[in-house]
């Protein structure tokens, strides 16, 4: 890395410290810590893999990811930030990559400290022993900071043909309308090949479907970790397009 | 082999859309030599900006144009390193201060960059007193000067300025026009766009005059009398209406 592709992440990090950076992981913390005491009581003991692969993959990241970068790029655009840079000698990928590392650094840090704050609190209040069982959830949270990054990127790319933080009214709808198609493909199509694999295509979900692997202790997680792996190359390269794309006083050309 | 410090050739640009197309400017050629003071007029609309974008490589040309900014591409990243650009719009973030924005565009200069000349420049725009305060919290007028220390940061052979004096009060025009007098003097290029003809007649060497997307007039300054940047903008406007 350059020194001034390092001073650009510090700077990008310095951005993201706004009120609402720094209020955003406390409270997700405090609902994380909510949920996680109320599920340990009604448990005989507190199994952090089972909390990381419901509460965290399925309320946490999903919610913290977006409400820390809604918006990235086309507020960057319109705050003529992106512009002030490129008057540097400064590639728009620079610039992009530096955006998505330090917002996937700070979505990373909140959600590996929410995570075991939320579980060792739930311990500690219910007074039930944690489970930590750490050979499956070391392997579970780093798959998961792995969906993490695809959730940034995807915001990313979104944020390069949308304005303002409609990237994130599209990457849910994207989601859901990818997890309704799935489950109707489950429910009622199980026995076409073409769909049940086109099914896999909706959604760069492989990391996310190697944790839910994990957590059910049965199947093979590696066609999981190659899509997963797959996909974000493949989307980091779209968007890699998409910011070379734009005109960097307005939006998309 | 010595290029010219701007070299636009036959450019044109079209805003395309869904619904239109609208021709912003029509075969635009010009050359500006390494330490000339240019000023781009016009009326509003008349394809000043979009000239800037184009020659700061912001924007491409339609096909068939060429733009060179001392024998480059303007938007190589090397130009990039000795290209200065205020633009008439501006960042703000209440998380960092003026000095700290400062600093950041210096680091990422590199070697042409120093804190030393951030200080100095601070001074030169009486903003040392203000060099703690964060760039949401500046009036207007201040963060333009911001915005044109940052053009003159690391060690830039051509400058584009935007309306410069646009939000300025008059001591700062006075500042602005003895800080630029420096700069012509170690011999830095400066093309500006303004509707300031006053500045424009005391500070350039040359004007460019653009109309309706056209390159209407190229004027030198030396031995004119005071008035006649007016004189001609009015003549052009009732040409205009002729037409």
Known sequence: MSGRFLTLMRMELRRLMTPVGIAMPIFMLALTGLFAVLEARSAKNVDATRLLSNLISGFTLPFIAPLLGGGMVAWDVKDHWLRTLLMRPMTRTEYLMSRILALYFLTALSVVVITVIAIVAAGAIAEKEIAWNLGRFLPMLLFLLCHGYMIVLLMALLSCWTPGIFNVAMLIFWAIASASVGALVGSFKWDSAILTVGRDFLFPSGFLDAVETMSREGGDIWPHLVWGIASAFGFTGVTIWSINRMNVEGGTE | ?243
């Not at chain 2, 733009?67 to 200065?84: A, K, M, N, Q």
């Not at chain 2, 565009?105 to 903003?127: C, I, K, R, Y």
């Not at chain 2, 006053?198 to 004119?224: H, K, Q, W």
């Open chain 2, 1 to 243: 082999m010595s290029f010219p410090a701007i070299s636009a050739q036959a450019v044109t640009k079209t805003y395309k859309s869904f619904r239109s197309s609208v021709r912003a400017l029509t075969d635009v050629s010009f050359t500006v030599q390494p330490g000339e003071v240019v000023g781009l007029i016009g009326p509003n609309g008349a394809g000043k900006s979009t000239l800037l974008r184009i020659l700061l490589g912001y924007l491409p040309s339609d096909n068939g144009a060429s733009v060179s900014i001392f024998g480059r591409l303007p938007d190589e990243l090397e130009v990039r390193s000795w290209t200065g650009y205020q633009a008439d719009s501006v960042f703000r973030s209440p998380q960092i201060a003026v000095r700290k924005f400062l600093e950041f565009h210096s680091e990422l200069l590199g070697s042409l960059g120093s804190a030393s000349q951030v200080d100095e420049f601070l001074t030169a725009f009486t903003m040392t007193g203000s060099a703690g305060r964060s760039l949401t919290s500046m009036s207007k007028g201040m963060r333009q000067k911001v915005e044109l220390i940052l053009a003159f940061l690391g060690r830039p052979k051509i400058v584009f300025l935007d309306e410069p004096t646009a939000s300025l009060d008059p001591p700062s025009v006075f500042e602005l026009r003895e800080f630029l007098a420096q700069q012509k003097a170690k011999g830095v290029t400066i093309f500006f766009s303004s509707h300031n003809l006053t500045e424009v007649e005391n500070i350039c060497s040359r004007v460019l005059f653009i109309n309706d997307g056209r390159l209407v007039a190229d004027y030198p300054m030396e031995g004119r009398a005071q008035g006649f940047l007016e004189e001609a903008f009015r003549r052009h406007l009732v040409e205009r209406r002729v037409a």
